[in-house]
């Protein structure tokens, strides 16, 4: 059987360790908040060049209010520049294509096994 001095001392231990556990916690999530309120401070700043007053704004152009000439004006050449980006895209994938099969065969040295 323990004695009473000996169920004190074990229980003022567990509290020690609780308040040094709960200590440690505490700091660790403080020095996260700090770590959060620098990286708020950091956002803030970088947005705070987005805040532009709303004459600078462009309008939005509605299509409903447009001419339907001028949005398939539009439509075309979109799709035009799409068509033309594709063209392009494929003259250089045919461009290093050529580049990387036209090997001259008399100029390459072929092991001697080979002939």
């Known amino acids: 059987m323990i004695a009473w001095w000996g169920w004190?001392?074990?229980?003022v231990g567990l509290v020690l360790i609780l308040i040094v556990m709960l200590g440690v916690i505490a700091w660790v999530l403080f020095r996260k908040a700090m770590v959060l309120m620098k990286d708020l401070s950091?956002?803030?700043?970088k947005t705070?060049?987005?805040?532009?007053?709303?004459?600078?704004?462009?309008?939005?152009?509605?299509a409903?209010?447009?001419d339907m000439a001028?949005?398939?004006?539009?439509?075309e050449a979109q799709?035009?520049?799409?068509a033309d980006l594709k063209l392009a895209r494929h003259e250089r994938r045919i461009t290093r294509a050529k580049s990387i099969t036209?090997?001259?065969a008399s100029a390459m040295q072929w092991p001697k096994e080979w002939s």
């Open 42 to 45: 950091d956002v803030v700043d």
């Open 102 to 104: 036209t090997r001259d």
């Open 70 to 75: 001028e949005i398939r004006d539009r439509h």
């Open 48 to 62: 705070s060049m987005l805040d532009v007053e709303s004459e600078k704004l462009s309008k939005p152009q509605i």
């Open 79 to 82: 799709k035009r520049h799409r």
């Open 8 to 11: 004190l001392l074990i229980w």
């Open 64 to 66: 409903i209010l447009t």
